[in-house]
Every structure is written in C-alpha cells, then in structure tokens.
C-alpha cells in the first residue's frame, strides 16, 4: 500500500473518506489546542474519553442513589456480575475464551498477584528471564518477588539484551538464552510490545520456547491490548495482564485486565491467593469456611467489583466491539505506515527505532534523538501535537485507529515540518 501513499491533503481527506471506522472520532473528547482539537498520537500513555463515559457514570451513580445496596442485583448493570461485561469483548481480542479473562485490581497488583501462582520457585529452578529495558515497573515488580523469595536478582532474573549496536531483541536471542537456562528456569516474563522501542515480540515462538524448558510464560500485554488482536488460548500463554487505561480508554487507573490459560483456570487445586470475589457465587453469601474458586480467571478475584474503575472501560469496549478490533489492525497498520512515509518525507536528525516490518509492531513509532529529543518534543507539544518522551532520547507516537485520522497524521507532518 505504500507506494500509493501521497503527502496531501487531497490524499489524506480521501482516505479518511474510505475509512469505514472514520466515524468514532467523533465520539471522543480531544484536548484543545489553540481552539482546534490536539494531534492526540498519546493513547499509547493514556486513551481518550469517550464521549458516552458521562452517561455510563451518571447511570451508575443514579442506580447507587436509588437503590443502594440493592444495586448489586437490581443495578441496570448489577455490580455483583460487573467483572463479566468484559469478558466477550476482551476474550475475543485476546484470542481467549470469556472464562479466561476478567478485569480487577490494576496490571502491576495483577502482575504481583498472577505470579504468586505462577512464580513458586525451588533451589534448582528459579530463574527468570525478561527483556532488558522492560518498563520499570515490571522490573521493580520481579526483583522484589525474586527477592522475597531469598534469590539474588543479579542471579535470578536474566535480561535479554539487543546486540552491540543494535536496538531491538532478536527472537532467536531470546529463544537461545531461554533456552541455555535449562532446568533452572521457572518463568519467562515480557512485555509483548516494548514500550520505549514498540517492538512487537513474537509471542507463540517465545511461549513455545519457555514451555521447552519446562518454564511458565507469562506477558505483560500493556502495550498490546487493544492494540493488536491475539491468539492467547492457541499460543498456550500462561498468564497475561494489561492494564485498561491505553489503547482500550478506560480512564485513569481503571481496573486492569488478567488472562490465565484454562488448562490452570479450570484446575480448582492450582495455587493462588484468595478473595470473597473469587469464591462460587453460590457459596460466596453462605459465609463459610472453605474456598471454592470460579472456574477460569474469575477464580483470581479477589474484592468487590470497583465499578466507578470500570464504567469508562465499558463504555469503551462497546465501541471496540462495534468497530473490532480485526478492521482496527487494518487500519492500524495502514495509518503508521503513512506516518512513517511521512517521516520519510522529512529530514529530521533522528531515527525510527522501531522494527520497519508492520507485523512487528502495533500503532507506535518510537523516533530515537541522539541529542535534542526532549527540546524538540517541547516544541512538538506547544505546536499541538500531544506525544511523549521517554528516556533516553525517544518521542513516541501512536496514531490510535480508533480515533485518528489520516488527515491527523497529514496535519502532524505539517507542524513537523516548521520544527524540523
Ligand atoms: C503502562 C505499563 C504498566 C503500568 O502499570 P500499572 O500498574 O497500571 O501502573 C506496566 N507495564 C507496562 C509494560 C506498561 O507499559
């Protein structure tokens, strides 16, 4: 396709005019920039607002007052099954089925959480291996956890890294030291798409490759869901948590999102942590000793359903199953390509360190500056385009498909341009 693409307005208008999901623009809220809405290529950070999110909080707001506690069953939304207005949507994004996936807590609490099932290291196996740059969080997360556990971290967790001069994992790098672990490896943990390079990693090889070595694998999926569909149930991933509030614009801190393999949800013996909210609904008002979890990943809940976490991300998912997330890709992969053309069109003193293959990568374009990046990215949010920088040296850019325009990316070219 990209040797159509052409740097006008008449080509961009028309593009957006064959773009059979152009209508859900306008059923976001965009920052305003001088009285015009922003380039928001942030949705990567933090998704837009849907503009039906007020009436879904108002509903829940307006249930609460007039029925209280009654809510839980009688709620037009009851709260006590809140969890499972995801589970269709999502399942289907995640290549799952909707017992496997539920939404609770948010994705690091998940993650901490998921690997007291999945992280129960012995003397001989209890390695970890992970990218090296993976997003800080994740790496605080593992190197407390090996920690408690009595493990060195400098011993325990096995970073993959790129090649001397090189910016980006080679699979079989990964797979090869995956691989050299051997007997003393107990879980593989990544981030499915990197969040500085936005790297897309090849998620069924490097599953296959942990379960080789007798390994769990497990993927922190931040940066994919609603990003790129996925075949999780076919690929035999362990588990994966996502948090809601990027491409699935579910709002600041909203409920993240928990997949766990039905071949260990339907296993009611494998170990966890329990809750009340994780417990039988049959059982779960009778009070009494003894838990018996649900079957698939509800079985991981833990507290009561937090719906003000999670009304935005329904109203969201609406529009994803509306739009679907099959014709989001294509669209997706076809609106980054312009943005890359468009760079291509521009002589700036930076390069674009994500992989160039499309099915290597999701929305996002991370442009490296060996000097300047954070005066060049200032200049980039005065001039009204809403990105971010991330240390060392990158501005990101993620046209989400959902709610960005070919004529965005034409407009951002042009704004580029005056700084360049
Ligand atoms: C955004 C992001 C997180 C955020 O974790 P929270 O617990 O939701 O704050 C974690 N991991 C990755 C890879 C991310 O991109």
């Known amino acids: 396709m990209n040797t159509a693409f052409e740097p006008t307005i008449a080509f961009a208008t028309a593009r957006d005019q064959q773009d059979g999901l152009a209508g859900f623009k306008s059923r976001f809220h965009f920052p305003q920039h001088a009285g015009k809405d922003a380039i928001y290529f942030c949705g990567n950070s933090l998704g837009l607002q849907p503009r039906s999110v007020a009436a879904a909080i108002q509903q829940e707001l307006e249930d609460w007052q007039n029925m209280a506690v009654e809510g839980y069953f009688r709620a037009k939304n009851p709260w006590l099954f809140y969890q499972y207005n995801f589970s269709e949507t999502l399942g289907e994004m995640m290549g799952s089925s909707p017992d496997e996936v539920t939404v609770m807590n948010t994705l690091t609490v998940n993650l901490h959480l998921i ?57 079989e790098d990964i797979t090869d030291v995956i691989a050299q672990q051997g007997n003393s490896l107990a879980l593989v943990l990544m981030g499915g798409i990197n969040y500085y390079t936005g790297q897309f990693y090849d998620m069924p090889a490097i599953t296959a490759a942990a379960h080789k070595t007798g390994a769990y694998a497990g993927w922190d999926l931040a940066h994919v869901a609603g990003n790129i569909p996925l075949q999780l149930h076919d690929w035999k991933v362990d588990f ?19 997949f766990v393999h039905e071949k260990h949800g339907n296993d009611p013996a494998f170990p966890r942590l329990g809750g009340w909210w994780g417990n039988d609904e049959k059982t779960r008002f009778r009070m009494e000793k003894g838990f018996i979890p649900k079957a698939g990943a509800a079985g991981w809940q833990i507290s009561t359903a937090q719906v003000f976490n999670m009304v935005a991300l329904k109203a969201s998912l609406e529009m994803f ?56 990215h200032t200049r980039m949010m005065e001039s009204g385009i809403i990105c971010d920088y991330r240390e060392p040296g990158v501005i990101r850019l993620a046209p989400a498909p959902l709610y960005c325009s070919y004529s965005d990316v034409l407009r951002f070219h042009d704004v580029l341009k005056t700084l360049a």
Not at 120 to 128: A, G, L, S, V
Not at 240 to 258: F, Q
């Open 321 to 376: 199953k509306e739009a679907g997330l099959g014709a989001l890709r294509k669209k997706s992969l076809d609106l980054t390509a312009y943005l890359e053309f468009l760079l291509g069109q521009t002589s700036l003193p930076c390069e674009i360190i994500t992989p160039r293959n499309p099915e290597e990568r999701g929305a996002q374009l991370s442009l490296f500056f060996p000097k300047d990046g954070k005066a060049i």
């Open 115 to 171: 690997l007291q099932s999945f992280y129960r290291p012995t003397k001989e196996r209890y390695r970890i291996v992970m990218e090296a740059g993976a997003f800080p969080s994740d790496q605080y997360a593992l190197e407390t956890l090996v920690r408690l556990h009595g493990f060195d971290p400098d011993d325990a967790l096995v970073e993959v890294k790129p090649r001397e001069g090189e910016k980006l994992l080679r699979t």
């Open 240 to 258: 994966a948590v996502w948090c809601s509030y990027k491409y699935l614009n579910g709002g600041p801190g909203a409920a993240g999102g928990l």
